[in-house]
C-alpha cells in the first residue's frame, strides 16, 4: 500500500505542463521534438518576417535539430509590438519567449524590453550577452490568474481573459522574436533548454561566425537590424 501511494506522489511530482498556445514568430507551423504545436505567425501582425536564420545560421547551439527552425525565423518592428494571447481559465501558467542573436556578434547591439500586460518582466534583454551568437535562449515568465486578477511576482495586474505580450523597443535596434509558448503549470513542469556549455558553445558560434557572409556584401533584402533613416525633407 505504501508502494503504491509513493508511486501515486512521484507520477503527480512529474506531471508535465501543457501548452495551450505557441506561435513561430516569423515562420510556418510546426511540431516541436516535445510535441507542442506550434501555430504559423499570423500574416496581418505588425512587424516584419525575417527567415535570416535559416539562410546564415544552418547549425545552432544548445537546441534539437527539429527544433532549429524556432530559433530562424522571427518578427521585429521598427517600433514596440505585441501578441494577445487567450487564456481559458484560472490557474498557473508559465510564458516561454524563445531568442537566438542571428545576426549581431556583440553585445548591446539590440536591447529591448519585454512587457506583460504592461507590466515589464525582462528588462534590457541583451540576447549575445545572455548566449552569444547562434545559440538558443529562453525566457520563463511564470504568472497565475485567479478572478479578474492576473498575479506576477509581486504584482496584482487586472485580467479580462487575454494576456499582452509586447517586445518594448529602446535606442538599441529593434525588439524581435524568434517563438512563443504558454504552458499551463508551473515553472518546475516546463520542459527547457540544456545549461550552456561555454567552451563547446564558443566553438560552435565561432564556426557560424567564421561562414556567416561578410555584412556590407549582403545582397539579400533583410533590414531587420537596421533603424530607418527619416525620408528627407
Known amino acids: 500500500m505504501l508502494l503504491i501511494l509513493l508511486l501515486a506522489l512521484l507520477d503527480v511530482g512529474c506531471e508535465a505542463a501543457r501548452a495551450i498556445w505557441a506561435v513561430n514568430a516569423g515562420g510556418g507551423a510546426h511540431r516541436g521534438v516535445d510535441g507542442v504545436v506550434y501555430g504559423a505567425d499570423p500574416s496581418n501582425m505588425p512587424g516584419v518576417t525575417s527567415d535570416h536564420g535559416i539562410h546564415h545560421l544552418p547549425l545552432l547551439a544548445r537546441v534539437h ?23 481559458p481559465q484560472d490557474g498557473d501558467y508559465v510564458l516561454v519567449l524563445k531568442f537566438c542573436e542571428v545576426y549581431f556578434q556583440a553585445s548591446n547591439q539590440k536591447v529591448f524590453d519585454v512587457r506583460l ?45 487575454e494576456i499582452q505580450v509586447e517586445f ?3 535606442p ?17 513542469e516546463v520542459p527547457k533548454l540544456p545549461p550552456l556549455k561555454k567552451e563547446q558553445d564558443e566553438i560552435v558560434q565561432e564556426e557560424l561566425i567564421q561562414e556567416d557572409p561578410i555584412r556590407s556584401e549582403e545582397t539579400e533584402a533583410d533590414q531587420s537590424h537596421t533603424i530607418p533613416k527619416p525620408a528627407p525633407k
Do not use: C, M
Open 168 to 170: 518594448v523597443k529602446t
Open 172 to 188: 538599441y535596434d529593434n525588439p524581435k522574436i524568434n517563438a512563443i509558448v504558454l504552458y499551463e503549470g508551473k515553472l518546475a
Open 65 to 87: 535539430p527539429q527544433d532549429r527552425i524556432l530559433y530562424q525565423t522571427e518578427r521585429y518592428n521598427f517600433d514596440s509590438f505585441g501578441y494577445t494571447i487567450p487564456v
Open 117 to 161: 500586460n504592461n507590466q515589464p518582466v525582462v528588462v534590457g534583454l541583451d540576447i549575445f550577452n545572455k548566449a552569444g551568437y547562434g545559440t538558443a535562449h529562453d525566457e520563463y515568465v511564470p504568472f497565475r490568474i485567479q478572478g479578474n486578477a492576473l498575479f506576477i511576482r509581486e504584482y496584482k495586474l487586472a485580467f479580462t481573459g
